[in-house]
């Protein structure tokens, strides 16, 4: 079995089921395992490197509207590769390779050798997320393994519901995808927080992320806010907001919310625990968790994956 995975989501549901030796081709932002940094890059990236959380936006939203996605395809190097499976997704357009690209690939690439299968991953809840496992075991041949993986996560998952579920006390979140300008996570992000014992009064499970007007964050008056920008680890998110704070980017009454007075504003590692739907968001569970009820779920240490951005 050969496999070239378009998106870091997929590349993980590979790792998650023990066929990353069976990795022969990536998407450039393929970043876990580690081990794959040695594997083919097939796309690369229409966006210039080092731009701020604004420019990017403006860039994403022209560069689809012209192009129709974000990144290009190497068709040269994926017929070279002659991959059994192709794993992508059609859930967003700024997340990977646009489908008709990929399918446009596999057209040229059956006049070398038989055709790839190629599976389009558009999860949107947590068990979207978790079913894929059984998805891509299935198309990899090891159906057993897939269901294998599934249960062990749920389990975990379980266990969070279990301790969170009698909380009195279900603090208000807003999960910031974006910062400049503010968007609230959707998908499943909504169901990691109420897992974790919050309550998410601006996001829509199983509805994608959107984009808010900054009254709609100061009506809610959030208790909690956990930024998780698309795309960024833990120290880029904490810079991209620092520097906002010290440029005067946010709004004049940013410092009257609840969660800003009482220094509950969070940085996590969103592209490895929120923003990517592969195994790593039961991590993203229990670091929401751990962020949330630290009293409950201090014993889980996970401190590596979140900071608090407001100094004391």
């Known amino acids: ?37 040695g594997v083919p890059v097939v796309t690369a990236s229409l966006i210039p490197p080092g731009v701020t959380g604004a420019e990017l936006d403006a860039l994403v939203s022209r560069a689809v509207r012209e192009h129709g996605s974000l990144y290009t395809l190497d068709r040269d190097q994926i017929s070279r590769l002659r991959p059994d499976l192709i794993l992508t997704q059609g859930l967003c357009e700024v997340c990977a390779v646009a489908y008709d690209e990929v399918k446009a690939a596999t057209a040229d690439l059956q006049v070398h050798v038989a055709a790839p299968v190629i599976l389009s991953l558009q999860p949107m809840t947590l068990a979207d997320v978790l079913a894929q496992l059984e998805t ?76 808010l007007g900054w009254d709609a964050i100061r009506g809610c008056d959030p208790d909690v806010i956990v930024l998780m920008p698309c795309g960024y680890d833990l120290q880029q998110t904490v810079a991209e907001y ?19 007075r009482e220094r509950r504003v969070f940085a996590v590692q969103a592209s490895a625990y929120f923003n990517r739907p592969g195994p790593r968001v039961v991590d993203g569970v229990e670091t929401l968790a751990e962020v949330l009820h630290p009293d409950l779920f201090g014993s889980l240490r996970l401190r590596s994956s979140w900071l608090p951005v407001e100094r004391g």
């Open 1 to 37: 079995m050969r496999i070239v995975s378009l998106v870091p989501s997929a590349t993980e549901l590979v790792w998650a089921l023990g066929l990353t030796d069976h990795l022969v081709g990536r998407s450039h932002e393929c970043d876990f395992p580690p081990e794959v940094a």
């Open 136 to 211: 891509v075991a299935s198309a990899a041949g090891i159906e057993a393994r897939g269901r294998e993986v599934r249960r062990g996560l749920e389990a975990r998952l379980e266990a969070v519901r279990r301790r969170s579920e009698g909380l009195a006390n279900r603090p208000r979140v807003f999960c910031m995808e974006w910062l400049q300008p503010p968007w609230c996570a959707g998908h499943w992000v909504p169901e990691m927080v109420e897992l974790a014992g919050g309550s998410n009064p601006l996001g829509q499970p199983g509805q994608q992320s959107r984009r």
């Open 242 to 260: 620092r520097d906002l704070r010290r440029r005067g980017r946010l709004p004049t009454w940013w410092d009257e919310l609840r969660a800003v």
